[in-house]
């Protein structure tokens, strides 16, 4: 028996939005746009990067920024085997959280390596910056291992 | 028998088209710091966090309380999210009132936002969908055609609308808070504005504003240490229907009209008109303050707008029940906190706390909200007095 015609029609739901960064993510974005990545001191003088606007125990605002360094250490990560079109790259990678160097929390970025066993816990990375920065996160492009 | 609950804390942002110096985040904690400050309080006063906001798909951040956690000092302790449209500011009160008559806990921060300059409300509102035709309509399309079967049913004089819009623009330029600030409006400048969705006219219209407001409600033993005056919750009463079923008055719906019995009834008001003394009414298309005295049961079905002809609804030609002496929705509307700004305003009415539009001795108030396809309402009465 044939199938029969299911009535269907090309649908396509979207929206545009703005936003506004305020003075906290506002200024990473900013300080990213100058090649620089910054956090901010918390209560218990932990560096939290990207920095946060309220303190996770205190709830006071924050505003002590810290620049921390462009490189660090893998402290876990996803290897991608076969990227997709929304991923930032079309070679295989990995998804890491990444202690930046003066940083006491990780950050969530992609590293580009040239095979799954060269990742590791530990591993040394070093930010690469994209040739034109416009104050996204995009502006570093990945990490890569150093 | 529930536990006596009262507002000791009441915190507002200036309502304003952009507020582009701050994020949400920063946005929401504005008005609950100015909550806090208003209690003498601090974060570690507070035992849970009740947040609501109109629908994810208007800032587009999906469960947006679970980032503002942080802002609102709620690490560690319940953050409960309650969504029911434009109403979701008075409901979201009431959900936090709830939480302190069970007794769950003593003493909550509750908050509502919109920060309609990062959204896109209008069309979040009015989704094409697959095999109809998109009327683009958003709230005023869809209210219009209400609003025209009101007049019809009413016979009321085409400038009710046009009266309503001037006298809560005079109201909101007595409070500093309010987004729009036309201390010289005039109708004929109501009725020259252009007609936005036929028979509302562009002044007849709410604004869109970003803003966030927040209550701190406490249980009576905390609410009698307050530094401030406490407004006692007197009643509280919700009631939904669905948008659309054969049969239902869109004009008078049933689920307002079934809210206000109840919340009156739990006050122990039999006429609404004669002992509140003021009323914060969810009205953001002029025409709804006539229609809203009707289902509220302030005027018979077909006499609201006389009570809005007669300025017994205005504050400033000394009527009988103002009707959104703070400007109401016509002069604010951060459309998720906009219930919520109803509800504070009625309590800070009765607090005695009302600045510039304080109605004289105000001693009961109502504060109302509706969501939705006018299916949604939430509504509180509080007081001066203890029940």
């Given at each position: ?10 649908f ?24 620089r990545?910054?956090?901010?001191k918390?209560?218990?003088s ?5 920095p946060?606007e ?9 505003s002590e920024f810290v620049?921390v360094?462009?490189?660090?250490e ?29 940083a006491?929390?990780?950050m ?16 040394r990375?070093r930010a690469v910056?994209a040739?034109?920065t ?7 492009r ?5 | ?10 915190g ?8 582009t110096d701050?994020s949400?985040?920063?946005?929401v ?12 309080l601090g974060?570690d006063?507070?035992?849970?966090v009740?947040i609501g ?10 469960m ?20 029911t449209?434009g109403?979701v500011?008075?409901s979201?009160a009431l959900?936090?009132?709830?939480h302190?008559q069970?007794g769950?806990?003593?003493r909550?921060l ?11 409300a209008?069309?979040a509102l ?5 095999f109809?035709?998109h009327l ?8 219009a055609?209400i ?10 004089p ?9 006298k ?8 500093p ?8 409006i005039?109708?004929?400048e ?25 209550m ?12 401030k ?5 007197r ?6 229907e669905?948008?659309m079923?054969?049969g ?6 049933q ?9 009156f009834?739990?006050?122990g ?38 009570l809005?002809?007669?300025?017994a ?9 103002p009707w ?19 509800f504070?305003e009625?309590?800070?009415?009765v607090?005695g706390?009302a ?6 001795g105000?001693?009961l108030a109502?504060?109302?909200?509706y969501g ?5 309402f939430?509504?509180?009465v ?6």
């Amino acid at each position: 028996m044939s199938q029969p015609e299911i009535l269907n029609q090309a649908f396509e739901l979207g929206f545009t939005y703005t936003r506004s960064t305020g003075p906290v993510v506002g200024r990473f974005l900013t300080e990213l746009k100058n090649r620089r990545i910054v956090g901010i001191k918390a209560s218990d003088s932990r560096v939290v990067v990207p920095p946060m606007e309220y303190d996770p125990d205190t709830a006071e605002e924050l505003s002590e920024f810290v620049e921390v360094g462009e490189q660090g250490e893998i402290v876990s990560f996803a290897w991608v085997k076969e990227p997709r079109e929304a991923h930032p790259m079309d070679v295989p990678f990995a998804w890491a959280m990444i202690k930046l160097d003066g940083a006491d929390v990780p950050m969530i970025h992609c590293v580009a390596a040239a095979s799954e066993g060269d990742v590791k816990t530990g591993a040394r990375v070093r930010a690469v910056w994209a040739d034109e920065t416009i104050g996204f996160i995009t502006d570093i492009r990945c990490f890569e291992l150093v | 028998m529930a536990n006596l609950a009262a507002v000791v804390g009441i915190g507002q942002t200036k309502y304003t088209t952009k507020r582009t110096d701050v994020s949400i985040a920063g946005l929401v904690r504005e008005a609950a710091v100015n909550a806090l400050k208003d209690a003498d309080l601090g974060w570690d006063d507070i035992d849970a966090v009740i947040i609501g906001k109109a629908p994810d798909m208007f800032e587009g951040v999906i469960m947006p309380e679970i980032y503002l956690t942080d802002a609102l000092g709620c690490n560690g302790k319940p953050m409960l999210r309650v969504h029911t449209a434009g109403s979701v500011g008075g409901s979201t009160a009431l959900v936090a009132a709830s939480h302190v008559q069970s007794g769950t806990f003593k003493r909550v921060l509750t908050v509502a936002f919109e920060k309609q300059s990062e959204s896109n409300a209008m069309w979040a509102l009015s989704n094409p969908q697959p095999f109809s035709t998109h009327l683009n309509a958003g709230a005023g399309g869809y209210f219009a055609p209400i609003i025209r079967e009101y007049m019809r049913r009413s016979n009321a004089p085409y400038d009710v609308g046009i009266k309503v819009a001037v006298k809560d623009r005079l109201h909101g330029a007595r409070n500093p808070l309010a987004h729009l600030q036309k201390p010289d409006i005039t109708m004929k400048e109501v009725e020259e504005s252009f007609m936005l969705w036929d028979p509302i006219r562009f002044l007849e219209s709410c604004p869109s504003s970003d803003g966030a407001c927040a209550m701190i409600i406490a249980n009576e033993e905390l609410a009698e240490q307050a530094p401030k005056s406490p407004a006692w919750i007197r009643g509280g009463a919700m009631r939904s229907e669905p948008t659309m079923f054969a049969g239902r008055d869109e004009v008078n719906p049933q689920a307002g009209r079934d809210c206000a019995a109840d919340v009156f009834q739990q006050a122990g008001i039999t006429d609404p008109r004669k002992e509140l003394d003021v009323a914060e009414v969810y009205v953001p298309f002029s025409w709804y303050e006539p229609m809203w005295l009707e289902n509220l049961g302030f005027a018979p079905v077909g006499e609201g707008w006389k009570l809005t002809m007669d300025g017994a609804t205005s504050l400033i030609d000394g009527g009988d029940i103002p009707w959104n002496p703070s400007g109401g929705v016509l002069s604010s509307n951060p459309i998720g906190a906009s219930g919520m700004i109803r509800f504070a305003e009625a309590a800070r009415q009765v607090r005695g706390d009302a600045g510039d539009h304080q109605v004289a001795g105000a001693k009961l108030a109502l504060g109302h909200a509706y969501g939705g396809g006018a299916q949604f309402f939430s509504m509180w009465v509080v007081g001066s007095e203890k029940p």
